[in-house]
């Protein structure tokens, strides 16, 4: 039956549809703690390349810009894969991406990503109520820019 369906689409489209079925089907068989250790890995490998890991972001007023930060998501969604399937230690390592995506996607005005991204700072487990409200904050200026805070 796929045959069928594959014979009138396009070769191209049909080689890119088969090659995401595996894919996906080759990731899903893959026991979550060796999923864990290769999203780590990504990680590791990812932070040689660019020659540094992030510092902590969470932790100051205003993040300086780094190495790492136009690589944040991408680290941040490895490090939350990581740590749902089995490494609780990149929990933190997430919340620092997380954070360090936010701010890069308000710099780089990219106003939506960065709104959605300080909510899900602002909603994250290990977020401490000072970064909690600090993604508050920032949420909260990008969506209403003419509001006066005290």
């Known amino acids: 039956m796929l045959d069928s369906i594959f014979s009138t689409m396009h070769a191209e489209t049909a080689y890119l549809f088969r090659h995401a ?89 990219h106003l939506p990503l960065a709104a959605a991204l300080f909510a899900r700072v602002s909603g994250h487990s290990r977020a401490l109520p000072a970064l909690r409200l600090k993604a508050s904050l920032a949420e909260f200026r990008r969506r209403y820019p003419a509001a006066v805070l005290p």
Not at 22 to 27: F, I
Not at 43 to 66: K, M, N, T, W
Not at 79 to 87: L, N, P
């Open 21 to 109: 079925l595996l894919r996906d089907a080759a990731y899903q068989l893959q026991l979550p703690g060796d999923r864990a250790r290769l999203h780590a890995l990504a990680i590791d490998i990812i932070e040689s390349v660019l020659g540094a890991s992030a510092p902590d972001a969470h932790g100051e007023d205003e993040p300086e810009l780094h190495v790492v930060d136009p690589y944040a998501l991408e680290l941040m969604d490895h490090a939350a894969v990581s740590a749902r399937e089995g490494s609780s230690a990149h929990s933190m390592r997430e919340l620092d991406y997380l954070y360090r995506a936010a701010k890069w996607a308000h710099r780089q005005s």
